[in-house]
Protein backbone atom coordinates (compact mmCIF):
# COMPACT_ATOMS: atom_id res chain seq x y z
CA UNK A 1 0.00 0.00 0.00
CA UNK A 2 0.70 3.35 -0.31
CA UNK A 3 -0.39 6.34 1.37
CA UNK A 4 -0.21 9.69 -0.20
CA UNK A 5 -1.35 13.70 1.15
CA UNK A 6 -1.51 16.07 -1.09
CA UNK A 7 -1.24 19.71 0.33
CA UNK A 8 -0.89 23.37 -1.16
CA UNK A 9 -3.98 24.19 -2.75
CA UNK A 10 -5.79 27.34 -1.81
CA UNK A 11 -7.18 30.57 -3.49
CA UNK A 12 -5.19 32.30 -6.12
CA UNK A 13 -5.56 35.42 -8.52
CA UNK A 14 -5.07 34.74 -12.25
CA UNK A 15 -1.43 34.92 -13.39
CA UNK A 16 -0.44 33.84 -9.81
CA UNK A 17 1.08 30.28 -8.79
CA UNK A 18 1.08 27.74 -6.13
CA UNK A 19 3.20 25.10 -5.05
CA UNK A 20 1.16 21.58 -4.69
CA UNK A 21 3.03 18.95 -2.54
CA UNK A 22 2.43 15.10 -2.30
CA UNK A 23 3.89 13.20 0.40
CA UNK A 24 3.53 9.24 0.05
CA UNK A 25 4.23 6.52 2.38
CA UNK A 26 4.25 2.82 2.60
CA UNK A 27 6.53 1.56 -0.12
CA UNK A 28 9.61 2.06 -1.98
CA UNK A 29 8.82 5.61 -3.36
CA UNK A 30 11.53 5.44 -6.31
CA UNK A 31 9.17 2.38 -8.04
CA UNK A 32 6.82 4.92 -8.66
CA UNK A 33 5.88 6.49 -11.47
CA UNK A 34 3.69 9.83 -10.01
CA UNK A 35 1.09 11.61 -11.77
CA UNK A 36 -1.27 14.83 -11.06
CA UNK A 37 -5.00 14.95 -11.71
CA UNK A 38 -7.45 17.33 -12.25
CA UNK A 39 -11.24 17.40 -11.67
CA UNK A 40 -13.49 20.36 -12.07
CA UNK A 41 -17.16 20.33 -11.06
CA UNK A 42 -19.33 18.40 -13.73
CA UNK A 43 -16.14 17.12 -15.49
CA UNK A 44 -14.31 13.97 -15.90
CA UNK A 45 -10.98 13.60 -14.35
CA UNK A 46 -7.97 14.87 -16.40
CA UNK A 47 -4.56 14.33 -16.61
CA UNK A 48 -2.17 16.83 -15.55
CA UNK A 49 1.59 15.55 -15.27
CA UNK A 50 3.37 12.68 -14.73
CA UNK A 51 6.89 11.54 -13.82
CA UNK A 52 8.78 8.30 -13.73
CA UNK A 53 10.28 6.39 -11.00
CA UNK A 54 13.46 8.19 -11.72
CA UNK A 55 12.57 11.98 -12.16
CA UNK A 56 14.29 11.61 -15.48
CA UNK A 57 10.72 11.28 -17.27
CA UNK A 58 8.34 13.90 -17.26
CA UNK A 59 5.07 14.35 -19.34
CA UNK A 60 2.42 17.26 -19.34
CA UNK A 61 -0.74 17.74 -20.87
CA UNK A 62 -0.87 20.15 -23.88
CA UNK A 63 -2.59 22.47 -21.83
CA UNK A 64 -0.15 22.97 -18.94
CA UNK A 65 2.83 22.99 -20.85
CA UNK A 66 5.04 26.25 -20.23
CA UNK A 67 3.06 26.87 -17.08
CA UNK A 68 3.47 24.19 -14.88
CA UNK A 69 6.55 21.61 -13.22
CA UNK A 70 6.84 18.60 -11.88
CA UNK A 71 9.56 17.32 -9.85
CA UNK A 72 10.38 14.65 -7.45
CA UNK A 73 12.62 14.11 -4.30
CA UNK A 74 12.94 10.67 -3.91
CA UNK A 75 14.81 11.45 -0.62
CA UNK A 76 11.95 12.94 0.95
CA UNK A 77 9.37 10.83 -1.02
CA UNK A 78 7.64 13.93 -1.92
CA UNK A 79 6.34 15.17 -5.41
CA UNK A 80 5.68 18.50 -6.61
CA UNK A 81 3.77 20.45 -8.90
CA UNK A 82 4.39 24.35 -9.67
CA UNK A 83 1.70 26.11 -11.14
CA UNK A 84 2.51 29.16 -12.55
CA UNK A 85 0.44 31.53 -14.82
CA UNK A 86 -2.43 30.24 -13.50
CA UNK A 87 -6.04 30.84 -15.06
CA UNK A 88 -9.73 30.28 -14.01
CA UNK A 89 -9.99 27.32 -15.95
CA UNK A 90 -7.14 25.46 -13.88
CA UNK A 91 -9.48 25.96 -10.86
CA UNK A 92 -10.04 22.10 -9.47
CA UNK A 93 -9.51 19.40 -7.45
CA UNK A 94 -6.20 17.80 -8.19
CA UNK A 95 -5.06 14.81 -7.17
CA UNK A 96 -1.92 12.84 -7.17
CA UNK A 97 -1.94 9.39 -7.75
CA UNK A 98 1.17 6.73 -7.88
CA UNK A 99 1.68 3.68 -10.23
CA UNK A 100 4.62 1.04 -9.81
CA UNK A 101 6.19 0.78 -12.92
CA UNK A 102 6.80 3.49 -16.00
CA UNK A 103 5.23 6.92 -16.42
CA UNK A 104 1.41 6.62 -17.64
CA UNK A 105 -1.46 9.88 -18.70
CA UNK A 106 -4.25 7.57 -18.19
CA UNK A 107 -6.29 7.91 -14.53
CA UNK A 108 -7.16 4.07 -14.29
CA UNK A 109 -3.43 2.69 -14.87
CA UNK A 110 -2.79 4.34 -11.47
CA UNK A 111 -3.71 2.45 -8.19
CA UNK A 112 -2.84 4.92 -5.27
CA UNK A 113 -4.83 8.31 -5.07
CA UNK A 114 -4.35 10.98 -2.61
CA UNK A 115 -7.35 13.35 -0.61
CA UNK A 116 -7.15 15.65 -3.22
CA UNK A 117 -6.76 19.80 -2.62
CA UNK A 118 -8.65 22.48 -4.18
CA UNK A 119 -7.11 24.96 -6.13
CA UNK A 120 -9.50 28.40 -6.83
CA UNK A 121 -8.43 30.48 -9.57
CA UNK A 122 -10.04 34.16 -9.38
CA UNK A 123 -10.63 35.80 -12.40
Known amino acids: QVQLVESGGGLVQTGGSLRLSCAAS????????MGWFRQAPGKEREFVAA????????YYADFVKGRFTISRDNAKSTVHLQMNSLKPEDTAVYYC????????????????WGQGTQVTVSS
Open 97 to 112: AARLGYISSTYYSYAY
Open 26 to 33: GRTFSNYA
Open 51 to 58: ISGSGGNT
